[in-house]
């Protein structure tokens, strides 16, 4: 620790000190590259299941929009990705919002994928 190494600096000799001080960086150096790239790491694997989930709704939406007859769905911008869905809302009556049924077909298929079926 960094404690010790200021206690045993006294009883070093130049040569020792500069070792041990070359070392300790050495180190800190280290560290901080594994801490980095444990970090890029996890932003990466975080972007990839967001990927995932993303494209899963997007495939809910255009199967329920298929098999329910739908002519049209626009995205409120609620899914921030660059697709088509990042448009706005043209018309939207109280009877076409589909968010609840969306969510019962995702919620039935993370059902199934976590049962293996």
Do not use: H
């Amino acid at each position: 620790s960094r404690d010790q190494l200021q206690q045993d600096n006294l009883a070093l000799s130049n040569d020792e000190r500069q070792n041990a001080t070359l070392k300790l960086a050495s180190a800190q150096r280290e560290l901080e590259y594994l801490a980095q790239s444990f970090q890029e790491d996890r932003n990466n694997r975080i972007q990839i299941e967001t990927n995932k989930i993303i494209v899963e709704t997007i495939n809910v939406v255009n199967k329920f929009g298929r098999d329910s007859g739908y002519d049209l769905i626009i995205n409120e911008g609620r899914i921030s990705q660059n697709t088509i869905l990042n448009g706005g809302t043209l018309y939207k009556g109280a009877s076409v919002d589909i968010t609840n049924d969306i969510a019962k077909v995702l919620e039935k298929n993370f059902q199934e994928i976590k049962t293996g079926g």
